[in-house]
């Protein structure tokens, strides 16, 4: 049995206010009233992310066509993790499919 | 029951108790302030039990808010007990403005606010400024106004501790001063009433415009200090950003946004006020 | 890397074709801290607190190193006989000092005793009071 892929999805851009500032950016959740004080590639993965649910392959694909990844360590691994991380917050939820 | 009223910039107390004495002092103390009709909150002093009215008498601080796990002070330290009845009021309860843990002195319309820890000597910083041409605003909590980020005064009793107290006596000797307290949670602890400009003018707010945090006891020494790390130290310095949602969020970012920030090491009273100084004459 | 734009039809401007660094880290690190309400830098101007060692619902216990109450012949336990510490002497053993009155050790384990703390339990909002956020 293969488990099923894990989709993505980011909170509604209307949802959060985000406000970098210079090492970290703020990101001011409405829906909780709690707010992130979040570092880099957290910033970077939900503005790639868009308004689409993604998987962690198909978002590392889209981070390397901007950005360089460097290779130390495998990076669908970092950003399963911080896409975990995120949903464990309420920043992205996890969802089964892109339908 | 007796009972006194006192108005410290926006927020209007009650303090009552069974005991004349420490109501007695605090009228003393606060004789200069207006005295308002209906009270935004109300400190109790009581004695934890009937026992401890009379014998080794304790005070309980008692108010409309309140926290588990609190213990009554010696009665000799009942002064000391009002004024953190008070606090706890204001850092539980005031939510007109984004409060935080600091101090602030104005001048030309502006404000100079330091913050940081207990023994930082932000308190004993704006006392002597105060008495340098500065206008005091407060030693212990700035209100800033949540639409236009001015910073209100909130000029209570300042409390001195320890090596302080003997340092404002000298470089304030017309003041006011209430009762030595010693042996307090946190030593040696002595009032003084604010000067005369800081209670007649406590409507009076002002612009931010230098924001430091002061360290005693060290070479003195200034750093920049960068709006990312500015925003974690103050949302740890302000009692009710989290309870202000939106409106702390958006106070908060315009704040750490629009105010330099410093951080200042010095040994002496005289040297954090060169340092200041200096500061004030090159960012604001 | 250019022949990433040998592709592109005439009317569309050449792709940047360098890329900024970025900085993933590693999984175990977490990028994100939340703002918690804070006491913790005010308490000592608001609140005059105790915490007992152990509350009430520990009289009798012993404290292990762990911190955890134990029955007292549990080898290795700490006796604890309720004794009161003030905020200011849990914030200096938080800190890396030691509560006085006890050895090295009875103070390490003291200490875990009052991280365990629950809500609800004697010294809990004096312990929650004094937590200053990483």
């Known amino acids: 049995m293969v488990a099923p892929t894990k989709y993505y999805i980011a909170e509604p851009a209307d949802q959060l206010w985000v406000e970098p500032l210079d090492a970290i950016t703020l990101i001011y959740q409405r829906r909780s009233g709690i707010t992130h004080m979040v570092v880099e590639p957290v910033p970077e993965i939900l503005t790639a992310m868009g308004v689409d649910a993604v998987t962690a392959a198909a978002l590392v694909a889209k981070l390397s066509d901007q950005f360089d990844l460097g290779t130390d360590e495998d990076a669908e691994a970092v950003v399963t993790a911080r896409l975990e991380e995120l949903a464990e917050l309420g920043l992205v939820h996890r969802t089964q499919c892109d339908a | ?284 | 890397m250019d022949n990433q734009n040998d592709n592109l039809p005439n009317n569309v401007t050449k792709l940047p074709t360098s890329r900024r660094a970025l900085m993933l880290g590693a999984a175990a690190a977490s990028a994100i801290v939340t703002v918690r309400p804070a006491l913790a830098q005010t308490a000592g101007s608001v609140l005059n607190c105790q915490i007992p060692v152990p509350g009430p619902h520990g009289s009798g216990m012993n404290i292990d190193a762990t911190g955890k109450l134990v029955t007292p012949d549990t080898a290795g336990s700490f006796t604890a006989t309720g004794q009161k510490f003030t905020g200011e002497q849990v914030k200096k053993a938080l800190a890396g000092g030691q509560l006085p009155g006890t050895t090295y050790d009875q103070s390490r384990a003291y200490v875990n005793y009052i991280r365990r703390l629950q809500a609800g339990q004697s010294g809990f909002t004096c312990y929650a009071s004094l937590q200053m956020p990483r």
Do not use: C
């Open chain 2, 1 to 284: 029951m007796h009972e006194f009223r006192v108005q410290v910039g926006p927020a209007a107390f009650r303090i009552g108790s069974r005991w004349r004495q420490p109501v007695e002092q605090l009228a003393a103390l606060y004789a200069d302030y207006p005295k308002p009709e209906i009270p935004d909150f109300t400190v109790r002093l009581d004695a934890p039990s009937l026992l401890r009215r009379f014998l080794r008498k304790s005070v309980a601080i008692n108010g409309d808010f309140m926290l588990p796990d609190a213990v009554p002070l010696p009665f000799g330290q009942a002064l000391l007990a009002a004024e953190m009845g008070m606090n706890l009021q204001m850092a539980l309860g005031w939510r007109r403005h984004l409060l935080l843990h600091a101090s602030a002195v104005e001048r030309e319309g502006r404000a100079l606010i330091m913050t940081g820890a207990s023994g930082s000597g932000k308190s004993t910083l704006s006392a002597l400024l105060g008495q340098r041409g500065w206008r005091f605003m407060g030693d212990e909590f700035v209100l800033l106004d949540l639409d236009s980020g001015a910073a209100t005064p909130f000029p209570r009793m300042i409390s001195l501790k320890n090596e302080a107290i003997a340092a404002m006596q000298v470089a304030a000797p017309a003041a006011r001063f209430g009762p030595l307290m010693t042996a307090t949670p946190k030593g040696d602890i002595m009032h003084m009433v604010p000067p005369v400009a800081a209670i007649t003018r406590m409507a009076e707010s002002a612009q931010p415009a230098l924001l430091l945090f002061p360290s005693f006891g060290h070479l003195p020494a200034v750093r920049e200090v960068a709006p990312g790390e500015n925003f974690m130290r103050m949302t740890q310095a302000s009692t009710n950003y989290v309870a202000l949602g939106e409106a702390g969020f958006r106070a908060m970012t315009r704040f750490v946004k629009s105010v330099p920030a410093r951080a200042i090491d010095y040994q002496t009273g005289d040297e954090a006020i060169a340092l200041v100084e200096r500061l004030w004459e090159r960012l604001v």
